[in-house]
Nanobody, 120 residues
């Protein structure tokens, strides 16, 4: 079973940067489509960025395109999201997600989340 552990959250000022990490075990990140989601207080969880398996094609939510970059390090079996030019509206709990197929059945795998607060 894929197990995901996020790290790297914290409190930053507007305009600053953070890099979140998602360490995976139980499978290789290169074989999984992996995503970052976020959930702000009182709001639904939303997709932030995705990196595909294999070639690693990336996609971003319009709200973060040009500021966030998702990437992976196959040697470390870790997926990252580099977040630049952070805004107060980026404040949320950020979650790493992977869909794992087991015996032809898809399972959602989530990390425990890491909190990002952008405030002056």
């Amino acid at each position: 079973q894929v197990h995901l552990v996020e790290s790297g959250g914290g409190l930053v000022q507007p305009g600053e940067s953070l890099r979140l990490s998602c360490a995976a075990s139980g499978s290789t990140v290169s074989s999984l489509q992996m995503s970052w989601y976020r959930q702000a207080p009182g709001k639904e969880r939303e997709l932030v960025a995705t990196i595909g398996s294999g070639s690693g094609i990336t996609n971003y939510a319009e709200s973060v395109r040009g500021r966030f970059t998702i990437s992976r390090d196959n040697r470390k079996n870790t997926v990252y999201v580099q977040m630049n030019s952070l805004k107060p509206e980026d404040t949320a709990d950020y979650y790493c997600y992977a869909q794992e197929w087991v015996g032809g059945v898809p399972y959602d795998r989530w990390g425990q989340g890491t909190q990002v607060t952008v405030s002056s």
